[in-house]
Antibody, heavy 119, light 107 residues
Framework: QVHLVQSGAEVKKPGASVKVSCKAS????????LSWVRQAPGQGLEWMGWISPYNSNTKYAQKFQGRVTMTTDTSTSTAYMELRSLTSDDTAVYYC????????????WGQGTLVTVSS | DIQMTQSPSSLSASVGDRVTITCQASQDIGNYLNWYQQKPGKAPKVLIY???NLERGVPSRFSGSGSGTDFTFTINSLQPEDIATYFC?????????FGPGTKVDIK
């Protein structure tokens, strides 16, 4: 069965960077895209971007362009999301999600990683 | 970018009631619309994809309809385990946008 397992909670200072990992299992890693979605406390879902593990093509939400980098390591079936220049507004749970249905919807999700930005 | 609106933002209904949530896109998205359920502290779960297709394993009391800019999500016969927040989500050329969500609870 498909599993996406994310790295643990992080606490960062304003201005720092964070890198969250997402290890996939139960399917061929390179055949599905992956997205990152975040959710601030008590708020809705915000799509951050998409990456193809097959060819490392990326598409980032305009809001995060220049501040986010998504990568994958096919040797370990792991995806990474790095967000730089953190502010308190970046405090959120960050999810990775497999993009199924011909890059149409998020069919499997990681358990989420809480990133807290605080001085 | 395509914007999504949802209504209502919250609702209370009785067990067994029919619940309807609407989602509107700022431009024509065809049937590129999905619905998710999120329970507190959990990751979202897809229920409906491509506007009206029930994801495998999802109970048949959930359904979706619509195309273009206007979409509807329905729970026939609300159950206690359906207490959650529901989000619509559109996709267009690898850009994804979520609606703001509808919180459903039991009256």
């Amino acid at each position: 069965q498909v599993h996406l397992v994310q790295s643990g909670a992080e606490v960062k200072k304003p201005g720092a960077s964070v890198k969250v990992s997402c290890k996939a299992s139960g399917y061929t890693f390179t055949t599905y895209g992956l997205s990152w979605v975040r959710q601030a406390p008590g708020q809705g879902l915000e799509w951050m971007g998409w990456i193809s593990p097959y060819n490392s093509n990326t598409k980032y939400a305009q809001k995060f362009q220049g501040r986010v980098t998504m990568t994958t390591d096919t040797s370990t079936s792991t995806a990474y999301m790095e967000l730089r220049s953190l502010t308190s507004d970046d405090t959120a749970v960050y999810y990775c999600a497999r993009v199924g249905g011909y890059d149409a919807y998020f069919d499997y999700w990681g358990q989420g990683t809480l990133v807290t930005v605080s001085s | 970018d395509i914007q999504m609106t949802q209504s209502p933002s919250s609702l209370s209904a009785s067990v067994g009631d029919r619940v309807t949530i609407t989602c509107q896109a700022s431009q024509d998205i065809g049937n590129y619309l999905n619905w998710y359920q999120q329970k507190p502290g959990k990751a979202p779960k897809v229920l409906i994809y491509d506007a009206s297709n029930l994801e495998r394993g999802v109970p048949s009391r959930f359904s979706g309809s619509g195309s273009g800019t206007d979409f509807t999500f329905t729970i026939n016969s609300l159950q206690p385990e359906d207490i959650a927040t529901y989000f619509c989500q559109q996709y267009d050329n690898l850009v994804f946008t979520f609606g703001p969500g509808t919180k459903v609870d039991i009256k």
